[in-house]
Every structure is written in structure tokens, then in C-alpha cells.
Antibody, heavy 119, light 107 residues
């Protein structure tokens, strides 16, 4: 069965770099069409898509955040890593990773990890 | 970026009511439109993909329609477990975007 799990620090200081890892099972990111996205949700607010990496290593980023984001994958470890630089309190959110198949919906999600940005 | 606009942002309804939520894209997205349900403290759940296809395991009271720029999610008879926030999302362009959400509350 497909599962995804996010991991990373619960608290980061302003200006620091956040590194989040999505560890998944039940599918391979080397399979044609498979994609993993990162999405975040500030407390009480809407979902915001951040980045996506595809089976062929194509990468896509939110226009508003692309200068701060880097997404990468380690197919052998079944992991996708997202880094976000220069963290600010407005980046406080629950961060999710999710799977999709090309243009289909995000059909499996991790449980999310809350990241708080505070000094 | 493709902007997704949902309406209304919230609504109050009773059990058994028919509920309709709309989503408009800033440009044509063909049928690359997905709907999600999110309950407090939980990850979103995919309900409808490709505008009108029901995700496996989702009750048939949920349906989706539309193409191009205008889309609709309908709940034919609202059940107690359907009180949640609903989001649309386009997957036409790989820079995915979500709508602002519609909170369905108990009247």
C-alpha cells in the first residue's frame, strides 16, 4: 500500500534553512508518470502548492517561492527532499508531501508536519 | 500561474441538502481539475479527479462537472461526515494551484 511520511524540524529560527524529507513506500519514483509534490498550509488558511519533482527528474516550483526552494529525490532511498531558505514567521505551516501520476490528482498524502518559525 | 477561484468561501447547510461549490480557472484547463475534502487536523483527501471521475472509495453522492474554466462539485444529499473544507486544484500546468477553499458548516 502507498504511504508517505514527512520529517524535519518542528522549529526553525528566522533566516535559517528548512530541510524536509518525504519518505514513501508502495511506489517508485523511477516509474514513468510518478510525481511527488510538496504543499503547505498555514494555520487556518488554504493549501499552497510549493514544488514538484517527476520520475524523469523534471522539477517545478511555485512562482512566488522559486528563489527559495530546491526539490530533489533519492530514488534508491524512496525519498524526496525539499529545502527552503531564509525562513520567516509567515512560513509557519503544516507541510505535506503527496503523490500524483502526471496530470492526475494528488491521490496519496502524508500526515503533514508542523513547522514553526520563531526566534 | 493559473489562478483558481472558488465560491462561496463558506456555506451553511443542513443534513440532506444538495450542495454546490463552484471553481473557476483563470484560463482554460480542459478537464484537469481535482476536488479535495479536508477535515480539521487531517490531510486533504482526493474526491474527484479529471473534473468528473470519482476517486475509488468515495461515496456516489459526490459528483463533479465542467470543463474549460468553470467547474462544479455537487454533494447530492449532505451527510454529517461531509462537513469539511473543500478545495479545487488544477493539474493542467505542472505548477499546480489550489482554490481558496469552501468551508461547509452545519446550519
Amino acid at each position: 500500500q502507498v504511504t508517505l511520511r514527512e520529517s524535519g524540524p518542528a522549529l526553525v529560527k528566522p533566516t535559517q534553512t528548512l530541510t524536509l524529507t518525504c519518505t514513501f513506500s508502495g511506489f517508485s519514483l523511477s516509474t514513468s508518470g510518478m510525481c511527488v509534490s510538496w504543499i503547505r498550509q498555514p494555520p487556518g488558511k488554504a493549501l499552497e502548492w510549493l514544488a514538484r519533482i517527476d520520475w524523469d527528474d523534471d522539477k517545478y516550483y511555485s512562482t512566488s517561492l522559486k528563489t527559495r526552494l530546491t526539490i530533489s529525490k533519492d530514488t534508491s532511498k524512496n525519498q524526496v527532499v525539499l529545502t527552503m531558505t531564509n525562513m520567516d514567521p509567515v512560513d509557519t505551516a503544516t507541510y505535506y508531501c503527496a503523490r500524483s501520476n502526471r496530470g492526475d490528482g494528488l491521490d496519496y498524502w502524508g500526515q503533514g508536519t508542523l513547522v514553526t518559525v520563531s526566534s | 500561474d493559473i489562478q483558481m477561484t472558488q465560491s462561496p468561501s463558506s456555506l451553511s447547510a443542513s443534513v440532506g441538502d444538495r450542495v454546490t461549490i463552484t471553481c473557476r480557472a483563470s484560463q482554460s484547463i480542459s478537464s484537469y481539475l481535482n476536488w479535495y475534502q479536508q477535515k480539521p487536523g487531517k490531510a486533504p483527501k482526493l474526491l474527484i479527479y479529471a473534473a468528473s471521475s470519482l476517486q475509488s472509495g468515495v461515496p456516489s453522492r459526490f459528483s463533479g462537472s465542467g470543463s474549460g474554466t468553470d467547474f462544479t462539485l455537487t454533494i447530492s444529499s449532505l451527510q454529517p461526515e461531509d462537513f469539511a473544507t473543500y478545495y479545487c486544484q488544477q493539474s493542467y500546468h505542472p505548477q499546480l494551484t489550489f482554490g481558496g477553499g469552501t468551508k461547509v458548516e452545519i446550519k
